[in-house]
């Protein structure tokens, strides 16, 4: 059974940093792309950014430039760095996996999620 595990959010002021970690269990993911979406309330999930089998990086534009995305495939986790957070980045963030290739930013082609870890941003 595939387990993904969000951890790393909380409450930081506008201007700050965090540091979301995504773990993965179950099975070898060195093959897969992972990617972090958002969802706000009210709000469509919303793709954030992602990064390939072989370490290719993808971005939105309301993010880049402001976050950064890696992996450390001996430890099946994913990192999502986030600086100059702005109270507009407030949602709920999720992780995801997906085999193959295709439109890392369509959250209806990742074939597992996380449970999501709260993300505030205070102005």
């Known amino acids: 059974q595939v387990q993904l595990v969000e951890s790393g959010g909380g409450l930081v002021q506008a201007g700050g940093s965090l540091r979301l970690s995504c773990a993965a269990s179950g099975r070898t993911f060195t093959s897969v792309a992972m990617g972090w979406f958002r969802q706000a309330p009210g709000e469509e999930r919303e793709f954030v950014g992602a990064i390939s089998w072989n370490a290719r990086t993808y971005y939105a534009d309301p993010v880049k430039g402001r976050v950064t995305i890696s992996r450390d495939n001996a430890k099946n986790t994913m990192y999502l760095q986030m600086n100059s957070l702005k109270p507009e980045d407030t949602a709920v963030y999720f992780c995801?996996?997906?085999w193959g290739d295709g439109n890392y930013d369509r959250a209806n082609e990742y074939d597992y999620w996380g449970q999501g870890t709260q993300v505030t941003v205070s102005s």
């Open positions: 995801g996996i997906r």
